[in-house]
């Protein structure tokens, strides 16, 4: 174990970043990429959103998302439609097909780390959960 708090930050980052790395590679045979899928993702989970709010939520330009939800209108995974509470405003919100696209990318993604996880022994796996909360804990700081 590292004594200092700089190499923990150090090796937690580049923890944290391998296994991001890892659930980006672990798609589907045809699985759409990643930007995309995040996109999908983000709105199974939180509802219709702005192009804005996207951008925000993926850090990236608004330009870059509508490219990706250009994209995917396209594909016929989102649709846009206006704002009743501003009818200025467009929102994104999922298709059925959408929906079905991000439940089945994070049901794989799920599927590889429980595999993953199972390798595991059982005072391994508590300790994960342990680290789990604390990781959470700072991630929401």
């Not at 980006?24 to 509802?47: F, H, P, Y």
């Not at 704002?83 to 298709?95: F, Q, V």
């Not at 590889?112 to 796996?125: D, S």
Request: no cysteine.
């Amino acid at each position: 174990m590292r004594d200092t708090s700089h190499d923990l930050g150090a090796d937690l980052q580049s923890a944290v970043a391998r296994i991001y790395s890892r659930f980006r590679s672990e798609r589907s045979e045809g699985e759409l990429g990643d930007a995309a899928v995040g996109v999908l993702i983000a709105l199974a989970k939180n509802g219709a959103l702005t192009l804005t709010e996207l951008s925000e939520r993926a850090r990236v330009t608004t330009g870059s998302m509508s490219q990706t939800v250009n994209r995917l209108v396209t594909g016929g995974y989102v649709d846009r439609a206006r704002d009743p509470a501003d009818g200025r405003r467009m929102l994104i919100e999922t298709t059925p097909a959408g929906a079905e696209v991000a439940a089945e990318a994070r049901a794989h993604r799920v599927s590889w780390l429980n595999a993953r996880l199972a390798e595991l022994t059982p005072a391994e796996r508590a300790t994960l959960a342990e680290a789990s909360a604390l990781i959470r804990r700072i991630a929401d700081s």
